[in-house]
């Protein structure tokens, strides 16, 4: 096995570990790396994608896992979750059984079927490669701050 398979799987297991709610922060602590690996061939976009198309499912049955826990007294409706977009994109990709469809809430006069019209983005796993590769910087905020308000310390 060669330096660069050793490299690309040991940045394919890493990323594998990441939820997708915190890609950018993991894309700003090792923004140079990925860069590297990528501009020189190491990663490429299909095992990029092929990881996080792993994470919007793993993330999607989450969503499903939440949406449809039995007792709770309101309804969580499937368009009302953090990334509708994942759930969308786990339908069209037919990740959940029929009896499973059953159980998700729709409104809207939705369905598993129009559901990933409505919410699916076109292009979700490159938008989320490009997400990683190019990570969004953390805000700048020009204020004072006070870390003891209460007191003179």
Known sequence: ???NNVLRTATMEDLKKVTLFMLNNYARRNHETLT???DNGIIDDSSIEEVLEE??????RQYYKA???????YTIWADHIGKPEY???????NKF???E???IPFDHGESAEIFPQYYGREN???????ELLNPKSLPKFECYYDPHPVCEC
């Open 1 to 3: 096995m060669s330096l």
């Open 101 to 103: 469809i059953k159980q």
């Open 97 to 99: 059984s029929k009896k």
């Open 36 to 38: 590297f690996f990528y």
């Open 67 to 73: 949406i449809t826990r039995k007792g709770r007294p």
């Open 55 to 60: 994470s919007v499912f793993r993330q999607a």
């Open 87 to 93: 759930l969308a994109y786990a339908l069209k990709k």
């Open 124 to 130: 979700l796993l490159s938008i989320l490669r490009e």
